[in-house]
């Protein structure tokens, strides 16, 4: 990139886990007035799925450092009406890969929808044909073959929805919730970026966060380490059209987390020690974590007004002679009685209609590993 380039836009995708992308949206435009508040917002559309925008190119790269609720960032390379294999193939092989790849051909990832081509199978087998015979033509060097060798994956999105085709390449490679800390996983763990979003919903500067069914501590580092941004090989810092990128001056020491103090617990000491394991691989220090059964008689409002935060056991987890409502329902009342929380979040299965009573309510609806689920807030 040149000293410019920053005046050039690319558009951009931002994925999202759906149900959350009014989060997503929020934590954007939050750390975009930390960090560029002198360069305009521009124009977010939100869709299913995702956030869609074009944004300065040096700004628009950082964010797959920045943000921690997002899946991944793809960046859109081309746009053309498509009814058949034949312009599918002359619009990907005019497409300048050189500019995105170094020889290979990366991993497709191809959708149709209401749409004349509707075999995918075939439409891959086009699109790497195409750039195959593109690289024919456009030979790169030995130095740029042995450089892709070492690049980080950045497959090739193709989606034609009514004929339209849009082409996108990943600028994220493995998806952006792997922050690379997470040595530890408890059982049917819950994903960084949805543990992120959670926590971000919850937000209180002035509280401590208290999660009493802890795990391997995600959801407490996911909160403590919001603000801090990711730095990794993302695929794009190899890519030809970027290789004069460098990272954007980031307002620095960042914000502190979004709550005032962490402390986890958890009745399983095996639990315990993994995320005081995966604390210390974050360099976390300050979480504070300690075996401490939930259905103990001792109360714990010496915490003062907490937020407190859990995604209890469910499905896989419980014994299946356990009635999962009454469960989670004296999981609720137990937290309530001990701690006279500020606010409670529960992650919570949807299915057979589980609830709680006021005045818990339903905050946001979306998937994780595969079931559908809710997170419940406590508004006292």
């Known amino acids: 990139m040149n000293d410019n380039d920053n005046d050039n836009t690319l558009k951009l995708f931002i994925i999202v886990t759906p149900g959350l992308e009014k989060l997503a949206q929020k934590e954007l435009v939050e750390k975009w007035n930390i960090h560029f508040n002198s360069t305009p917002l521009p124009e977010l559309k939100i869709i299913t799925g995702g956030i869609l925008g074009e944004f300065p190119a040096t700004i628009g790269l950082s964010l797959n450092a920045l943000l921690k609720i997002p899946t991944r960032i793809l960046l859109r390379i081309a746009e053309f009406t498509c009814r058949d294999f034949p312009k599918l193939y ?9 500019d995105y790849l170094l020889a290979q051909v990366p991993q497709l990832k191809t ?4 749409s004349r081509l509707m075999n995918t199978s075939k439409m891959d087998a086009t699109i790497s044909q195409a750039i195959q015979d593109y690289f024919v033509k456009q030979a790169p060097s030995k130095k740029q073959i042995l450089l892709g060798e070492k690049q980080a994956s950045a497959a090739i999105y193709t989606r034609v929805d009514n004929d339209h085709c849009t082409i996108s390449i990943d600028l994220s490679g493995e998806r952006l919730q792997k922050r690379g800390h997470r040595i530890n996983i408890g059982e049917a763990p819950l994903r960084e970026n949805l543990a992120a979003a959670l926590v971000y919903r919850l937000k209180n500067t002035d509280r401590i966060l208290i999660d009493p069914m802890c795990g391997s501590g995600t959801l407490l580092i996911e909160a403590h380490d919001f603000y801090r941004p ?19 001056k980031l307002h620095n020491p960042y914000p502190n987390g979004l709550f005032r103090e962490y402390i986890g617990m958890d009745l399983n000491p095996l639990m315990i020690e993994a995320a005081l394991e995966n604390c210390q691989n974050a360099s976390l220090p300050d979480i504070q974590c300690a075996q401490i059964d939930l259905f103990t008689k001792n109360n714990l409002h010496h915490y003062n007004d907490p937020v407190i935060i859990s995604n209890p056991p469910y499905g896989i987890r419980l014994h299946k002679h356990e009635n999962t409502q009454n469960l989670l329902t004296k999981i609720a009342q137990q937290i309530i009685q001990k701690f006279s929380p500020h606010d409670i979040g529960l992650l919570l299965p949807s299915k057979n209609g589980i609830n709680l009573p006021a005045p818990f309510q339903v905050k946001e609806t979306f998937r994780n590993g595969g079931l559908n689920v809710k997170f419940w807030s406590y508004l006292p």
């Open 111 to 114: 959708s149709t929808h209401k």
């Open 230 to 248: 990711i730095m990794k090989d993302f695929p794009f810092l190899f890519f030809k059209t970027f290789k004069n990128f460098t990272w954007p």
């Open 90 to 98: 002359k619009n990907v092989h005019k497409i300048n890969w050189n």
